[in-house]
């Protein structure tokens, strides 16, 4: 074993400051050839590394096993050689599964920040039996695991322990050339069997910081700049599910060929674009069945607009205004399933890059085709989108200052221009500064402006993100608006690091806002204040491993002062000692004279009564092959009048060391007795009734995931999910009296109450087959099988055994499809 002595040159920054813990690179003149062994000689003369500690689960502690590293370059890679000691190699936790997906293995990880500005990095990760993980950081703590590089790494376990030896090219780094290279790295390891993790340097999850908290890496001499082009070509077939008019089915089977491509535009830019993209989904997204206002909020999950995209989600803001699932949307006026279900993106590119003074930029440009549904009219017109980002860090990264800018143009025709916006754009201006070590004070501005025809406007005021027709509402609705602009803003102080946190924020959204073209964002005409005190554990106690406990209170305002909002909360959440997890969350809302201005639909803002929810979460010890999970909750509010219980139960099984198994039911029972049911006569008159009623609901999901993983290459995932929920309305009534302080006497009865008034049944199923091979590094095949099935019988009462038999005898829609992808770097 041999210590490294980091000269004094380095370490005497200044005399106040700690000096940055480092190790060093030698270069090898020989090739090194991956197979998890040290037996090249340059592993003979490359220094030794091994004072790590533990973070996981006591902050600094001493490190159960010993780790120790090695690094050594050439002209193409730096390459990682790190030995993991372990007393009992035949206890080492190896599972396979697919790439990018964390079991509850060893895991060993190398992070290269090699800009060295301690605000990025990117990670790699594998554990003993070859599966690998990726993922990059931004912002110093935001880690982003859909990004996907190509590396490679061995692997091997002997009496020792367990080894890795990495090669990391320098064409997938992103660093700026220079005689000697200086890259931020840091070393983590899991240890499954104990819940132990060990990192190098010294690692303090209570500063609530990573990459700058890395060590240095130095003797990387003569590198210069990478080559960086990578070209993706690619083919599709697939075979899909269509009705034919006047009944039956057809299965059309379509092709697409496409190319992705990603080049280096000098050391420091690179540019990611696609030709007629596939942009399928692996996964599908879960079945809901929506009675609110507003739209649901689904998950990104197609590749390109993942990878890399950490630049473009500074928090709250940027992803308000940027919800990249607008881009190859449902068609706006989709209104049939003979109608195209996406609209199809032609071309998209994105440049991201960086300037000298340490400056990030990124732009994103994307172009959607023109759609047309059977009946020949257009359902969504050719779209145009622009998106830019750039961001400056100051004082190594404790202070930032950044913009964003969003704009989308569609060619409207007849068919579509009195119903959709023509044009909308966001500017956005945000900052943070970080004093004192542990605070941060951040703020944000944004303007939108959208533009449309009087029709598109007059919808866009009436849609339930500002309801202009609402009494009493700050933003007055008017019929020859063209235009339509507002501004959000938000103020935040908090204290990050330590046991101990705090956060105050304020936000403020002005009614005119509309953010919903290309951004994602139902809350305007709304100002808010939110105060929330946390503690964490750093330390181990005599009953649980770590743990954290949080209090907030949160109030919300119309821009006009009406009260619409006040909640106070308490959550808890711990790991016991026995490594199973418990959380606790309790939270009363709708305190005060606090009003809804949106539960009518457009009418009256109608005053809510206080409201209780109560849940508790458990998860079995992830180590063992099986592991438990149970989640209750209970809600009751409107003086005991409504009422909601949910239960889910699941376990997640592993069978052997190559296959996974997770099932998991949930029920929900809720009665709503003020559930909004319709508005009766015409929209803007004093003459309209706004009734609610009494909803009884049922709600039953299964979900079913199995995994096998052949090998760290081929893998096959199946997820199916049946979806069944019935309601019944009874007892309408209409607000007659929405502000009044007792409940009975915002309603009295409306029509007929006697018996039920309304009923439906949802009747949902989604699953999906996926092999996955990755046949040569970087290329893979993928061969899916996608089937959703709808029941749209007469709806009935909740059967589950009957509405099952009559979910899968309606006929499915498949859709088979065959990808095939291959990497070139020439």
Known sequence: MAW???????????????????????????????????????????????????????????ARFRTAFQVAYDDRAVYVFLRMYDPRPDSLVSLLSRRDVRTPSEWIKVVIDG?????????????????????NISNDVQEDGSWDSVWDVAVQTDSLGWTAEYAIPFSQLRYTPAEELVFGF????????????????????????FASQLGDLVGITGVGSARRVEVMPYAVTKNVTEPQVGGGWRHPQQQTVGLDLKAGLGPNVTLDATINPDFGQVEADPAVLNLSAFEIRFEERRPFFLEGGSLFRCGGPCEGIFYTRRLGRTPSLRSGARDPLFSRIEGAAKLTGR?????????????????????????????????????????????????MLTSM????????????????????????????????VAAYTGRSVVRGSEAAIRRTQLTSVHYAQRPSNEFIYDSTRTLMDGGVHSLQLRRYAGRVRWETVTRYAEPGTELNDLGFVTLVNDAMLRNQLSFAS??????????????????????????????????????????????????????????????????????????????????????????????????????????????????IGRIGTRTSLEVGTGYERRVDDSQHFANYGDVLSDTTHYTVARLAQSTLVLTTRFNI?????????????????????TDRREIVASDAPRYADRFRPYGTTAGPIGTFTSRQFNSNVVLRWEYRLGSQLFLVWQQGRGDGSAPGPFAPRQDLGRLFAAHPNNTLLLKFSYWMNP
């Open 409 to 440: 143009i569609r060619d409207l025709d007849d068919d579509t221009e009195p119903f959709l916006r023509r044009d909308a754009s966001t500017l956005l201006l945000q900052g943070y500064h970080r004093f004192a070590e542990r605070w941060e």
């Open 115 to 135: 800009f060295h500005d301690r605000r990025s990095g990117m990670q790699f990760m594998v554990n003993p039996a070859g599966v690998k993980r990726d993922a």
């Open 355 to 403: 300037l000298k003074s340490g400056a990030q930029f990124g732009v994103v440009a994307v172009s959607s085709a023109k759609e047309v549904g059977k009946s020949g009219r257009t359902i969504e017109p050719r779209t145009a989108t622009l998106v830019g980002r750039f961001v400056q860090d100051f004082r190594e990264g404790r202070s930032q200052i950044g913009t």
């Open 186 to 209: 840091g070393i983590w390891r899991d240890v499954a069997r104990y819940g132990e993790r060990d990192a190098w340097p010294t690692y303090r999850g209570s500063m609530q910081t």
């Open 4 to 62: 490294l002595v980091v000269p004094a040159s380095l370490a005497r920054a200044q005399d106040t400051t700690p000096a940055t813990p480092t190790a060093r690179a030698v270069r090898t003149t020989t090739p090194i050839t991956l197979d998890g062994h040290d037996r090249e000689s340059v592993w003979r003369a490359a220094p030794i590394t091994d004072d790590f500690t533990q973070f996981v689960p006591v902050e600094a502690g001493p």
């Open 709 to 729: 993983t052949l090998t760290p290459t081929v893998s096959l995932q199946v997820y199916a999910q049946p979806f069944i929920s019935a309601g019944e309305f």
């Open 538 to 651: 750093v330390q181990p106690s005599s009953w649980y491993r770590r743990g954290n406990l949080n209090v907030n209170a949160e109030q919300h305002w119309t821009t006009g002062g009406l009260p619409t909002g006040s909640s106070v909360a308490l959550f808890g959440r711990a790991e016991l000692l026995n490594f199973w997890g418990v959380e606790l969350y309790y939270t009363t809302w709708n305190l005060g004279a606090t009003r809804c201005i949106t539960c009518a639909r457009g009418g009256p803002a109608l005053r809510m009564s206080p409201s209780q929810l109560i849940s508790f979460e458990f998860e079995g010890d992830l180590r063992r092959p099986i592991q438990p999970t149970l989640q209750v909750e209970f809600v009751k509010g409107e003086d005991d009048r409504s009422w909601r219980s949910t239960a889910e139960v699941g376990l």
